[in-house]
């Protein structure tokens, strides 16, 4: 199995899960003591976010990269960017190393597509419901990509940074993101894609009337499949 390289710390909470998923998963696929051959580079989130907030994506892409160039010496083989919204920098990231990085839009559109589905709702940071570098990868992937109304967008970003990256979970947070799920799945969406890892600390199958895509363990299950098979994809 390859070694893999997590980009992780937007927020270690789902960082955390990550790593939960990617142990579970290897364990499943080899059974016994197995677990999954990894290396870390966790960032500081602080410092991500106020680049986020300032529209710096070009510095934050250079941390990034910088933490890909680390991983890739430390013997990572395939990398992943923990996170939906740094996708916005993968690119940037990809260029700076030499191994595979696996993109999270890319395993979550196929997951989608495969469970036969062609319209879906996407939750997320504002970055990622608003701005083209996830919603337009989903769309290349054959989805058709609804996002909430403005207020649904504002409440949904508010929870993800005021709450799940801290890592508290409200039962009145979980009631609002049903009530923007419903409106998601009248206006035609056949799924719902988490794309904010920290939304799987919130969101469960049940909440839902139609199926959830948890981006952090799609990202994983195509993380593991990928090193058990001996390569990845850009």
Not at 43 to 52: G, H, I, K, N, P
Not at 67 to 89: D, F, P, S, Y
Request: with cysteine.
């Amino acid at each position: 199995m390859k070694t893999l390289g997590l980009i992780g710390g937007m927020s270690w909470e789902s960082t955390a899960e990550y790593y939960r998923h990617l142990n579970e998963l290897t364990r499943e696929r080899l059974g016994g003591l197995h677990s999954a051959p990894l290396v870390l580079y966790s960032v500081d989130f602080a410092t991500v976010e106020r680049l986020q907030a300032e529209g710096r994506w070009e510095e934050a892409g250079a941390l990034l990269a910088e933490a890909a160039r680390a991983l890739q010496a430390a013997g990572a083989e395939l990398l992943l960017i923990c996170t939906n919204t740094m996708h916005k920098v993968a690119d940037q990231v990809a260029a700076a190393v030499r191994v595979p990085l696996l993109h999270l839009a890319d395993a979550t559109a196929r997951a989608a597509r495969t469970a036969g589905l062609r319209r879906v709702g996407l939750l997320g940071t504002a970055f990622t419901m608003e701005q083209d570098f996830y919603r337009g990868r989903l769309a290349a992937g054959g989805l058709d990509v609804l996002v909430p109304d403005p207020e649904g967008r504002a409440l949904v970003h508010r929870v993800i940074y005021q709450e799940l990256c801290l890592g508290v979970v409200r039962e009145e947070s979980r009631a609002a993101y049903r009530r923007v799920i419903e409106d998601l799945v009248a206006a035609g969406a056949e799924g719902i894609v988490l794309g904010c890892t920290e939304i799987e600390l919130l969101v469960r199958p049940e909440d839902s009337p139609v199926p959830l895509f948890p981006t952090a363990r799609l990202h994983a299950e195509a993380a593991v499949e990928a090193a058990l098979a001996g390569g990845g994809t850009d």
